[in-house]
């Protein structure tokens, strides 16, 4: 694994060097847009919508769009000043796990300690399991400061980043105001059925059937050779285009060589006549 972020666990006056590795990765299988016709990769271009012009990297920046249609530019260079908070996982308190509700988790990252900081690390990993808590903390990930708590799995100390507040909708559906009559033995009935089908948490028992049924259609279309080779019109057309240069060349060069032999063929005959010439005036000389 690759580290993506570099700092410390921040206890006061003290602190923890640690790096961080996403604790999760996605496994879909790779599924491109295509042209029908020749299998040719379809490509996504980056137009501005005012001049219609493709826009090259180097000229692109962050914007802000303000009402009545104004748009505030924000280079790279002045993102990169405003202030960040240090590479410090900051622990703000602690709290019962079964008190911080999973749908303020964003993303998973494995903390591993410098060899420095082993020691520290283990005693603190070793602390939040005894305890049964979690650490609350903020930490500045991608340009930005967010929520997170420190949990762990496997000995391993995982920082979970958080959403901020405003960005965890309210659930406002008409449902939860209406008056539902719930008769105590339905209810007494549906938890004796989630009683029993109640055991151990393990996910790999779940098969993954779309990625499964995928991967299979994907390779009976390669058993039966139902593949495109998306350069091959663009090789053919390459063929015929050097077919047709070697015979424009060839027709070019073709009047001289003809005047070649023609000339060639001249000389030889000149040459014939001038030895027999010469050739008589010697017989005529001897006799």
């Not at 006056?13 to 599924?31: C, D, G, H, M, Q």
């Not at 303000?66 to 240090?86: C, I, N, T, Y």
């Not at 009047?255 to 030889?268: E, F, G, I, L, Y």
């Amino acid at each position: 694994m690759r580290a993506v972020w570099s700092g410390t666990i921040g206890f006061g006056s003290y602190a923890v060097p640690v790096k961080a590795y996403s604790a999760t990765e996605e496994r879909e299988i790779p599924l491109h847009q295509v042209h029908e016709t020749d299998g040719g990769r379809v490509r996504v271009k980056r137009v501005c919508e005012v001049d219609g012009e493709e826009v090259p990297p180097a000229e692109m920046v962050r914007g802000y769009p303000v009402p009545g249609g104004d748009v505030v530019l924000l280079s790279d260079h002045e993102l990169a000043s405003l202030p960040m908070p240090a590479r410090t996982i900051a622990i703000r308190g602690f709290a019962p796990l079964a008190d911080v509700d999973p749908i303020w988790f964003a993303r998973s990252y494995y903390l591993e300690p410098e060899p420095a900081g082993t020691k520290p690390y283990v005693l603190f990993s070793e602390a939040l399991q005894q305890s049964g808590r979690v650490a609350l903390v903020t930490v500045a990930l991608r340009r930005r400061e967010t929520l997170g708590a420190l949990r762990v799995r496997d000995q391993v100390i995982v920082l979970e980043t958080m959403l901020w507040p405003a960005e965890v909708r309210e659930p406002d559906f008409p449902f939860r105001h209406a008056d539902v009559d719930i008769r105590p033995g339905e209810l007494r009935r549906a938890v004796n059925l989630i009683e029993e089908l109640t055991g151990e948490f393990d996910p790999g028992r779940v098969p993954d059937r779309y990625r499964e049924a995928l991967q299979a259609l994907i390779q009976s279309k390669i058993d039966g050779a139902e593949v495109v080779q998306p350069t091959a019109a663009e090789q053919a057309d390459g063929v015929t285009r050097l077919l047709a240069a070697l015979q424009e060349t060839a027709a070019d060069a073709r009047p001289d060589a003809v005047a070649k032999a023609k000339t060639a063929a001249s000389r030889a005959a000149k040459a014939r006549t001038t030895a027999k010439r010469a050739a008589g005036r010697g017989r005529a000389k001897t006799s």
